[in-house]
């Protein structure tokens, strides 16, 4: 049989090698089935990337090693981060006390405080006297008292729309809540520490006919504050404005909406 005459093969010196058939239907050639091994990589690949992800994590703001190709390559902790550490022993309700005797302690001690200083309690005399003798160092409590009650007068209440006790009259939901964004410490001398917190507030009586809303305000709350009596406690404390972002286009929700989501929704204990 000479080359060429047996459809499908080749002849080189008296070896025969049978070539494939094409496939009859014009396709290309069949490959083997790969889904099942590709899947696997992936899977493997997503496992590996997470691992690598949590021990990059762990390392946090960890000392650097001696490699001084590595030397200060690693993340640091940011500075305003928060610590997850649980500063404070208090009961729902009651303004948090037994706070760390460091920085971090100052500051989750001033963040709760500002918290305090801007609520509606802080409008009739028993509630605000309740307050000044929880968060105001010993020495200065009654110079506090003082002080408040001149700045808090029936005038000052009928301003807000308010009764001259400072509460909200029949059909009305007075808001006064203070929300901390953040924390700085100014300065700092072990016992003594000065405490900036960035606010935002709501201040307004909500209700269908009230002339005054409620409205959004940001500013800014430094306490000076001193370890008395095994916690930190507010020397003095002053109020500043800004810093303000731009408005948002948000639509301004009805009275009913504000009354309601006052009654509702509960505030926090606050960690630095």
Known sequence: MSPGDEQGYTETGHTRTRLPDSDPYGGAPRRPHRSSSRSLVTVVGVVVLLIAAIAFANRGGGSGGDDATTKGSKP?????????????????GTIPSGFAHTDQGAQSAAANYAVALGSADMFNKAGRDSILQAIITPSRVASSEAAFDKAYTPV??????????????????????TSPIGTKVAQSTGNTTTVE??????????GENSTNPVTNSWFT??????????DWKIITH???EGPAPVPGDDRASSADE??????????????R
């Not at 917190?197 to 909500?206: F, K, N, P, Q, T």
């Not at 709350?221 to 095994?230: K, N, V, Y």
């Open 221 to 230: 709350i430094t306490m000076e504050l001193e370890w008395a009596a095994g």
């Open 197 to 206: 917190v960035w606010c935002s507030g709501l201040l307004g009586l909500a």
């Open 258 to 271: 504000m009354s309601k989501a006052v009654d509702e929704y509960g505030g926090f204990t606050y960690a």
């Open 76 to 92: 640091q902790t940011s500075s305003t981060a928060p610590s997850g550490t649980r500063p404070v022993q208090a009961n729902s």
């Open 238 to 240: 002053s109020q500043k």
């Open 156 to 177: 000052f209440s009928k301003s807000l729309g308010l009764n001259d006790d400072g509460t909200a009259p029949k059909g009305y939901t007075f808001v006064s809540r």
